[in-house]
């Protein structure tokens, strides 16, 4: 009866169409379904946040209790305290060698809200977005939030998953508006080599399109690769967004923080919808912010180093389970496994291999057409090497029995 009646008065609620256009984000479903088991006492073998399993860095943490202490608890500007700008400008030119000011940074409520403000404030109803398919799964729904078209440039597991300018011109339209590019990637934790992020740039130069850069997982990668941003490709600035993030770098992500650099009328348009809608970022979590732009950057790679151990032994462990490829990625912290040879008329997709890996064997992991790429399926290593060994027993156990 209750079930009736919460259905009945649901549907007669008239929501906005803008929040219509968009979904739950599939990764937090994925979540919300480990954290119900392991409320049970169930041991879940969790592939599944998308997040640091380190603390955040000591002189961090310092940071906000001294903001408290100082009673650094009142209203900023909207676009963030001055010496935060100031020193994310000053802290990306010395990693990634880019020239910003000040008046060209804006600080936001995290990387979400970062990409999401310069999506909302550049694209009209109509308008088309490029993004790299398989692409991180928040992309699409904001393009649709703000009434435009995503369009997906198509990669492919034989070329490592990496998004391509030649690609991204076939599919571009008069009404092509942006592209954004997400390197290192979530989920395939692919990364754009310079000279391809090169040609990336020069293409939407040439067509008068903004490219933005979702640097998000910069400093996590892997081999010869090194951290990169293409701000450092002279002359890139005029149609080039920056969408940076504290959250994987530092081990911050539940303090919400990230920031915008760009040209100053994006800023600004940015700027004025923050305005309306968060104000500041929270005020003693800018002072953690400040000090991990003038910190030490030691717990990063040590993070890093970390990182590296534990993507090597989830590579083996997954590709010695019979059925299953995967491409090595070169950063993040990500494995993005081929499963499609355990499909069968029980379990057609891998929407149906993680809920069935959920039930029978307590893992959690996140299907790929979460992500626009059936067949796959993204596993987190932010996690112990010990938690890895039981997660792959697991997966070992169920693909073995998966008729």
């Not at 029980?346 to 039930?359: G, I, S």
């Amino acid at each position: 009866m209750e079930q009736a009646t919460a259905q009945k008065s649901a549907e007669a609620i008239q929501l906005a169409d803008a929040v219509n256009r968009i979904n739950v984000s599939p990764t937090m479903a994925v979540l919300q379904e480990a954290e119900k088991l392991k409320a049970q006492g169930i041991d879940v073998a969790d592939f599944g946040p998308g997040e640091p399993d380190f603390p955040t860095p000591e002189h961090i943490k310092r940071a906000v209790i001294k903001a408290l202490d100082d009673n650094k608890t009142k209203y900023t500007p909207v676009a963030g305290i001055l010496p935060l700008r100031q020193a994310i400008c000053d802290w990306h030119k010395a990693q990634l060698e880019s020239s910003y000011a000040p008046t060209e940074c804006v600080v936001n409520v995290g990387g979400k809200h970062a990409i999401f403000n310069a999506v909302c404030a550049l694209i009209n109803p109509g308008d088309e977005v490029i993004i790299g398919a398989p692409y991180w799964v928040s992309y699409p729904d904001m393009v649709k939030y703000a009434g435009g078209v995503p369009v997906f440039a198509e990669t492919r597991e034989n070329d490592a998953f990496m998004l391509r300018a030649s690609e991204i011109e076939k599919v571009m339209t008069p009404k092509t508006k942006m592209v954004i590019a997400n390197s290192p990637s979530n989920p395939t934790g692919a990364v754009i080599p310079p000279n391809e992020f090169a040609r990336i740039e020069d293409l939407c130069k040439r067509r008068g399109v903004w490219l933005l850069s979702d640097e998000c997982y910069s400093h996590f990668v892997y081999k010869d690769a090194k951290p990169f941003s293409v701000a450092s490709i002279p002359g890139s600035k005029d149609r080039l967004i920056i969408a940076g993030s504290f959250s994987k770098t530092f081990a911050m992500t539940g303090l919400r923080l990230g920031y915008i650099l760009a040209p100053k009328p994006i800023v600004d348009a940015i700027a004025k919808l923050q305005s309306q809608s968060t104000s500041n970022p929270t005020s003693i979590i800018q002072y953690a912010g400040l000090e991990a732009m003038r910190g030490s950057m030691d717990s990063v790679h040590e993070m890093l180093t970390e990182y590296a151990r534990r993507r090597e032994h989830i590579l083996n462990g997954l590709r010695a389970i019979p059925g299953i490829t995967c491409v090595a990625p070169m950063g993040a912290f990500y494995v993005f496994p081929n499963v499609s040879a355990h499909f069968n008329p029980k379990m057609p997709d891998t929407t149906a291999v993680a809920k069935q890996l959920l039930e029978r064997e307590h893992v959690a992991v996140t299907p790929g057409e979460a992500f626009g790429a059936p067949g796959y399926l993204r596993l987190s290593y932010a996690t112990s090497i010990d938690r890895i060994d039981e997660g792959l027993r697991r997966l070992t156990h169920f693909f073995g029995n998966a008729a």
